[in-house]
C-alpha cells in the first residue's frame, strides 16, 4: 500500500514497473543533520491516562500530542496535517519473491526504491506538483524516463499523506509495538493501522489484483525529518521525457 504501507497501489506499482522496465533493489539512507524523530510508544494506559515515563518528542515542526483512547478521528486528520515530511520502509512477501521498499517524502516530491529478490534496483520519482514520475535504473547507466502519472491510478504509489481518515471507517484499536493505533478500513476495502500519535499508518492489509491479501508493516518510520535534496533524483542523470501521451 501510500497505499504504498502500503497498499493495492504500491502493489499495483512494483508489478508494472517489474514488467515494463525489470525493477528492484534498494539502498537509502537518512540525513545526519538532525537527530531521527522515529515513532515511539504512545497512550495505551488502561485508564486512559498518559503515560508519564514515555518522553513527549517535539519535531522540527511541532508537537505531536497522544490522547490514546480518547483520540478521535478529526485528531488522526490533524496529525497528518502536521506531517511535513516522512521516511519508512517495507517488505512484500509476494509468492515468487519479496519486494523491499523505501520511501521518502518531503517537499509534495516522494522517492521510492525498491529492492527485489534479485538484487536489482529500481528508483522512482514522483512529483505531486506537476504530477510527473522518473523511472530510474541505475544498473542501465544515467539515463531516466519521465511520464506524467495519476495519483488516483492503481498504478500510482501510496502516500499515506493522501489517505482521507475522515472518509474511512473504524473497526477498532490494536496496539503495535507499544504504539496505539486506530484501525481504519477505506472506502476500496482495505484496513490501515494508524498511530493515535502521529496519524501515521504502523500497518496495512490490502488485497492484490489476484485476490491474494497481504498484511504489511511499516518499518523504520521517521517524521519531519527528511530534506528536499533527499527526494530528488541525482544531478548526473539525464532525463528524457516521454510526454503526456504516456500517463502512468
Known amino acids: 500500500m501510500i497505499k504504498i504501507a502500503n497498499k493495492r497501489v504500491l502493489v499495483s506499482f512494483i508489478l508494472a514497473t517489474m514488467v515494463c522496465l525489470a525493477a528492484c533493489s534498494s539502498d537509502g539512507g537518512q540525513t545526519d543533520e538532525d537527530e531521527p524523530i522515529v515513532i515511539e510508544p504512545g497512550v495505551v494506559n488502561e485508564d486512559n491516562t498518559p503515560d508519564e515515563e514515555t518522553p513527549v518528542v517535539d519535531t522540527p ?60 534496483i529500481n528508483e522512482s520519482y514522483y512529483d505531486y506538483d506537476e504530477m510527473t514520475m522518473i523511472y530510474y535504473n541505475p544498473a542501465e547507466g544515467n539515463q531516466a524516463i519521465k511520464m506524467d502519472f495519476n495519483p488516483n491510478s492503481e498504478d500510482a504509489p501510496d502516500n499515506p499523506k ?29 484496513k490501515l493501522w494508524v498511530s493515535t500519535k502521529y496519524g501515521f499508518p504502523m500497518q496495512v492489509e490490502f488485497v492484490d489484483h489476484l485476490g491474494d491479501t497481504y498484511t504489511v ?25 516521454l510526454g503526456s501521451g504516456s500517463e502512468l
Open 217 to 241: 508493516a511499516y518499518h523504520n518510520i521517521e517524521i519531519n525529518t527528511i530534506s528536499a535534496a533527499e527526494v530528488a533524483i541525482p544531478d548526473n542523470v539525464a532525463v528524457s521525457y
Open 162 to 190: 493522501d489517505e482521507n481518515y475522515a472518509a474511512c471507517t473504524l473497526l477498532g484499536k490494536e496496539e503495535l509495538e507499544g504504539q496505539l493505533c486506530y484501525i481504519l478500513q477505506t472506502a476500496i476495502g482495505d
Open 61 to 120: 515542526e511541532e508537537e505531536f500530542v497522544d490522547k490514546g483512547e480518547e483520540t478521535t478521528i478529526d485528531d488522526l486528520v490533524a496529525a497528518q496535517e502536521k506531517i511535513t515530511s516522512y521516511y519508512f520502509e517495507q517488505t512484500i512477501p509476494y509468492a515468487y519473491g519479496s519486494v523491499s521498499l523505501k520511501v521518502w517524502y518531503a517537499d509534495n516530491k516522494m522517492k521510492v526504491v525498491a529492492n527485489s529478490a534479485s538484487g536489482e
